[in-house]
Structures are given as structure tokens and as C-alpha cells.
């Protein structure tokens, strides 16, 4: 069966701190990887898409990456209005996806 | 940018009520999905549909149908409430182009109480 695992389940981090997410998954013939911020009380928002191994993606403080077995959400100096719940998923077929629990993110002034 | 939007933010009903839950979104896209999410139990897929009329099952269909007449339309049924369809219910919308798959885009979600 197709899992995805996110870890840590929280982070707390200063202003600043840089610090990586990570996403570990099992799927037969990876065919997307998405990555996703989730303010609380409102619906996630689409950060990033990744389809190979080595593939990279950046936006402002945010870089992902991507292994055969693992995609890493890496953050430099972020800022506190970076703190959200971080959540991954991966392809399941049928245009289905299937997500991890997230990383709850939080960052102090 | 793709909007998907939502009929209510937050909904109080009744046990045994008929709950109509609509998502709207204006990007043209073939998949539209329905989720809800719990704590602890994360996004859990309900109902999806990647045609007008057409509809698949998801992970927890039990006590829900759905309807899509058009294509920038999908609406989530309660037949009968229960207590334990108390949760936050997200729509989604993704493009369908051959064999690749696109990301989804979220609306920002309905709370639905039932009491």
C-alpha cells in the first residue's frame, strides 16, 4: 500500500533558523510528488510539484527536493510568517493522491 | 490563478438533515475532488470526478454522493447527517492532460458541525 511519512510531526524554530522537512514515501513508479502550506482553518495552497529524482524546486525561503525515496522541504531563514502545517503527497493513480500528516511548523519572532 | 471556491465557510446542522456542500472552480479542469479533514487523520478523499456525470469512489464514501451537472461544478451530499460527519470538508480541482499528473487546487474549506 502506498504511505507517505512526514517528519517531524512539529518543529519549532527561531527567526532565522534554517532547518529541513522531511517527506518519506512508498509508491510503485513515483509519478508526482506535491508539496503544500496549510494556514490553520483554511485549505492547503499548492507550493511545489516533483517528477524525478534529483529534481529541485525553489520559492523565496522554500527548496525542495526529491530522492527515490524521499522529498526534503528545506527552509532558510525563515521568517514567522512562514509558520503553517506543511503537508506532502504523493500520486496514487487515478489522478488520486494520498498525503502525509504534516509538519507543523512554527517560528519565533 | 485557479480559484476554487466554496458555498459555505461554516455550516451547523442537524442529525438527520440533508447537507448540500457546493465547490465552484473557473480553470476549466477535468478532476474535482472531495475530501474532509480530521485531526490526527489527515486528508482523507471522499468522492472524485474527472468528467461531468461521472463520479469514483474514495476512501471513505460511506454516508455521502455526490453530483457534477457541470464541469466547474461539484457538489458533496449528506444524506442523513451524523455527529460523526462533524469535520472540515476541502473541495479540489486539477487539470487532466493525457498520462501526467498535475497538482490539485484547494478551496478554503467548509466546517461542518452537526449536532
Known amino acids: 500500500e502506498d504511505q507517505v511519512t512526514q517528519s517531524p510531526e512539529a518543529l519549532r524554530l527561531q527567526e532565522g533558523e534554517s532547518s529541513s522537512l522531511n517527506c518519506s514515501y512508498t509508491?510503485?513508479?513515483?509519478?508526482?510528488l506535491f508539496w503544500y502550506r496549510q494556514d490553520p482553518g483554511k485549505g492547503p495552497e499548492f507550493l511545489f510539484t516533483?517528477?524525478?529524482a534529483g529534481e529541485e524546486k525553489e520559492k523565496e525561503r522554500l527548496k525542495a527536493t526529491l530522492t527515490k525515496k524521499e522529498s526534503f522541504l528545506h527552509i532558510t531563514a525563515p521568517k514567522p510568517e512562514d509558520s503553517a502545517t506543511y503537508l506532502c503527497?504523493?500520486?496514487?493513480?487515478?489522478?488520486?493522491?494520498?498525503f502525509g500528516q504534516g509538519t507543523r511548523l512554527t517560528i519565533n519572532p | 490563478d485557479v480559484k476554487v471556491t466554496q458555498s459555505s465557510r461554516y455550516l451547523v446542522k442537524r442529525t438527520g438533515e440533508k447537507v448540500f456542500l457546493e465547490c465552484v472552480q473557473d480553470m476549466d479542469h477535468e478532476n474535482m475532488f472531495w475530501y474532509r479533514q480530521d485531526p490526527g487523520l489527515g486528508l482523507r478523499l471522499i468522492y472524485f470526478?474527472?468528467?461531468?456525470?461521472?463520479?469514483e469512489k474514495g476512501d471513505i464514501p460511506e454516508g455521502y454522493s455526490v453530483s457534477r451537472e457541470k464541469k466547474e461544478r461539484f457538489s458533496l451530499i449528506l444524506e442523513s447527517a451524523s455527529t460523526n460527519q462533524t469535520s472540515m470538508y476541502l473541495c479540489?480541482?486539477?487539470?487532466?492532460?493525457?498520462?501526467?499528473?498535475?497538482?490539485?487546487?484547494f478551496g478554503p474549506g467548509t466546517r461542518l458541525t452537526v449536532t
Open positions: 516533483l517528477y524525478s
Open positions: 470526478s474527472y468528467d461531468v456525470k461521472m463520479k
Open positions: 503527497a504523493v500520486f496514487q493513480g487515478a489522478q488520486k493522491l494520498v
Open positions: 509508491v510503485s513508479g513515483l509519478r508526482g
Open positions: 479540489a480541482s486539477s487539470l487532466q492532460l493525457a498520462v501526467l499528473t498535475y497538482e490539485q487546487y
